[in-house]
């Protein structure tokens, strides 16, 4: 059986083409933004808070098309706006990986402004998939997300999870079906 990482790529892949702008809002290690880039995406952004696996994956993906930040993902509404292009493809990976380093875990309110800010940018039929590792942060950025998304007009979702294994990581896949008005995107998260 597929990973969810393996899982969201092949969702992924609708949305990819040579002039992709992807996102990529929990860098980590890099698996995600080099899967973007052998895909043949053109831009690539991505965002890390731990300098140590920052400066690993700027190493190991050094790419004209690859540009990675040292900051919080719930920056990234500005950095998509400076860029001036609609998002093709983007990906999160929510809580902490159990496989990376330990401590080094998003948090709720960061990761919903980024969410949505991503979702605002995203061109009609964008993707973006988003995995939740189910430990307590993990669960409350779930919920708080899924109820965000839940109530905008011009998403469709797709969950995925594994039913015998209950703390086994979420994937939940987006795609940006509609251009909607701001009134119709729900509440508003500051």
């Known amino acids: 059986?597929?990973?969810?990482?393996?899982l969201s790529h092949e969702f992924l892949k609708g949305a990819l083409h040579r002039q992709a702008f992807c996102v990529d809002g929990t860098l980590g290690s890099g698996r995600d933004s080099a899967f973007f880039l052998e895909q043949g995406a053109d831009l690539v952004y991505a965002y890390e808070v731990c300098e140590e696996l920052y400066e690993q994956s700027c190493e190991k993906l050094a790419s004209?098309?690859?540009?990675?930040?040292?900051?919080?993902?719930?920056?990234?509404?500005?950095?998509?706006?400076?860029?001036?292009?609609c998002?093709?493809?983007?990906?999160?990976?929510?809580?902490?990986d159990p496989r990376?380093?330990?401590?080094?875990?998003?948090?709720?309110?960061?990761?919903?402004?980024?969410?949505?800010?991503?979702?605002?940018?995203?061109k009609i039929r964008g993707r973006m998939s988003?995995?939740?590792y189910m430990h307590?942060?993990?669960?409350?950025?779930?919920?708080l997300i899924m109820d965000a998304i839940n109530c905008r007009q011009d998403t469709d979702l797709l969950e995925c999870r594994r039913c015998d294994h209950p703390g086994a990581p979420i994937l939940v896949c987006v795609e940006k079906k509609k251009a909607v008005q701001p009134s119709e995107k729900g509440v508003k998260w500051n």
């Open 1 to 6: 059986m597929k990973s969810m990482s393996e």
């Open 64 to 85: 004209p098309h690859f540009h990675a930040f040292l900051k919080s993902h719930e920056f990234a509404g500005e950095d998509l706006e400076a860029a001036g292009r």
């Open 87 to 96: 998002v093709d493809a983007a990906v999160f990976n929510f809580g902490f």
């Open 100 to 122: 990376t380093i330990a401590g080094s875990c998003t948090k709720a309110e960061s990761s919903l402004k980024a969410v949505l800010a991503v979702l605002d940018a995203m």
């Open 130 to 132: 988003l995995v939740f």
């Open 136 to 143: 307590e942060e993990g669960q409350k950025e779930y919920r």
